[in-house]
């Protein structure tokens, strides 16, 4: 791309323009960026690795006969990107993978009648003589533990990531184009420290750059008069 910037300075061109070509540059990189994020998210889905934000519901309706009627609600019946705990009828927690502090606010909430809290949601399960109780999130996630663990929901993620790509093309343009608009302003400087010196000897000079290439012939204008 640089070498474009340095192409398009070969003809003289008003500052406006040299401008509204680096906006141009920005969007044309923000609508790469934004589709490769698109691309990555709707491959990751593909192969896997991300699921989609009903994967946990649609899962829990597939397996909700299986839960029911098992003899014991063991991990591999519950979704992946869940925690689950099974409960007596009378609310004593039995087993799972419910965070010890949760377990008794989660129980009164199904008492309650409660569908979900703080962003999560709550599905019951009737098992005989227990309750089994599943809470999960409507946000995409990961089939890899680590990453569930860790990182926040998928398309944060990919969000977040793409922000951060497009902070730096831009950081990089910008240095890009301001090492352009430096060397065509280079000139002019010389020409101006030569003069705040009263050297008038110096040499025609020339930019790429209209408005500047302009001022420079003023003053070897001036310079001759």
């Given amino acids: 791309m640089g070498d474009g910037i340095s192409m398009e300075l070969r003809r003289k061109m008003r500052l406006h323009t040299f401008f509204i070509r ?5 969007m044309v990189g923000a609508v790469v960026i934004l589709s490769a994020v698109l691309f990555f998210f709707s491959a990751g889905i593909q192969a896997g690795w991300i699921v989609p934000a009903n994967y946990a519901e649609g899962m829990l309706t597939e397996r909700a006969e299986q839960i029911r009627s098992a003899e ?22 039995l087993y799972g993978t419910l965070e010890k502090e949760e377990r008794k606010e989660i129980w009164n909430g199904y008492a309650k009648g409660e569908r979900g809290k703080d962003g999560s ?3 019951a399960f009737a098992r005989a003589g227990e309750v089994c109780i599943v809470k999960y999130r409507m946000v995409s996630g990961y089939s890899n533990d680590f990453l569930q663990k860790y990182l926040p929901s998928a398309d944060w993620t990919l969000i977040g990531g793409g ?8 950081f990089w343009l910008a240095r890009r184009f301001g090492t352009v608009i430096s060397r065509e302003l280079s000139a002019l400087e010389q020409v ?9 000897d110096f040499g025609k000079e020339s930019s790429k750059v209209k408005e500047i290439d302009d001022v420079l012939r003023s003053m070897d204008q001036m310079k001759e008069a």
Avoid: H, W
């Avoid at 680096?22 to 920005?26: G, H, I, L, R």
């Avoid at 014991?72 to 927690?93: A, F, M, Q, S, W």
């Avoid at 922000?163 to 831009?170: E, N, Q, T």
């Fill in 192 to 200: 101006t420290e030569k003069i705040s010196r009263q050297e008038l």
């Fill in 22 to 26: 680096y906006a141009v540059f920005v």
């Fill in 163 to 170: 922000v951060l790509l497009l902070f730096f093309f831009m």
């Fill in 72 to 93: 014991k609600v063991t991990e591999d019946l519950i979704p992946e990107t869940c925690r689950y705990g099974v409960y007596d009828r009378e609310g004593n927690y």
């Fill in 121 to 123: 949601y709550f599905r």
